[in-house]
């Protein structure tokens, strides 16, 4: 093994992993689907492989930061790779449900490797440094393996145990927390336009920092093309409220709260909104419509 650890995936949130490893002086090699993303590193410091094995094989532990697990899984189709994580262990961070978790550590154990799953609740720039945050959950014997470059990730670096779903879990809670805000708050803005009440108004009430005022303002302003800091698009949202509806149903829990999110992003979609910004989804809802 020539590397401390591999990074596979190099997309925005891939490459502050890796820069954030080379920054803290360990020897990482990398690797992507395509390769060009890699150059910075390279530049960085860090060691570029030709394949996925080989990446996999020079270093004890590998990092995984793809867009979703089923690109992971494709990629492990390949015999060469299933032989190379034997021995390993691998840390896998993106977005997942826990079946998919659950689904990963039962996959990469009967190959042979330890298994830590993970979610990244920060941005890019936000890694590497003490705001960053990631939550894991594994085996505590891959955890002690992996666990000083984990911390070097994020200042806010939490494990939560051996039961591999707890990080999918604590990612969909998280979320449905979000997203009530996201469409509470929509309500709320449509009650102020019902009453004759600027949603400038309702802006001003808030929270310093809340995660509705971008929201609010945009509503406001009408600038529904716009999307705002840190939000995100009416079809973007569409996926994020369809998994916390679908492990409602999986779960066998109450799904009443995701359904109605689902509708009213449905009539926005059908509306021909899902380029917009999330807040568009008023739209369809004001009276008139």
Request: glycine share 10%; with cysteine; hydrophobic share 40%.
């Amino acid at each position: 093994m020539t590397s401390d650890i591999t990074a596979v995936g190099l997309g925005a949130m891939g490459s502050a992993l890796a820069s954030a490893l080379l920054t803290a002086g360990r020897k990482v090699t990398v690797w992507n689907r395509t390769m060009e993303k890699a150059q910075p590193l390279i530049s960085q410091g860090a060691t570029p492989a030709a394949t996925l094995p080989e990446a996999i094989a020079a270093s004890p532990r590998t990092v995984v930061c793809l867009m979703n697990y089923s690109i992971t899984n494709n990629l492990c189709t390949d015999t060469q790779v299933q032989k190379a994580v034997s021995g390993r262990n691998i840390i896998q961070l993106g977005t997942s449900t826990p079946n998919e978790s659950e689904d990963s550590q039962k996959q990469f154990n009967s190959w042979g490797a330890g298994y830590i799953d993970g979610t990244i609740m920060c941005w890019p720039g936000n890694i590497g440094t003490p705001t960053g945050r990631i939550v894991v959950a594994g085996s505590e014997t891959a955890f002690a393996d992996c666990e000083q470059d984990l911390r070097i990730l994020a200042g806010d670096m939490r494990y939560v145990g051996s039961n591999i779903r707890a990080a999918a879990t604590l990612e969909l809670a998280f979320l449905s927390r979000l997203l009530g805000i996201i469409f509470g708050s929509i309500h709320g803005a449509l009650a102020c336009e019902a009453e004759g009440v600027p949603v400038s108004e309702f802006t001003s009430i808030l929270p310093p920092g809340d995660r509705a005022i971008p929201l609010t303002e945009t509503i406001h302003a009408g600038s529904f093309d716009q999307i705002s800091k840190g939000g995100a698009s009416v079809d973007v949202a569409a996926e994020a409220v369809t998994g916390l509806y679908d492990h409602a149903v999986s779960a066998g829990i109450n799904n009443e709260l995701p359904s109605l999110m689902r509708e009213w992003i449905k009539r926005a979609q059908a509306a021909g909104y899902g380029k917009q910004e999330t807040s568009a989804v008023i739209k369809p809802l004001r009276r008139g419509n």
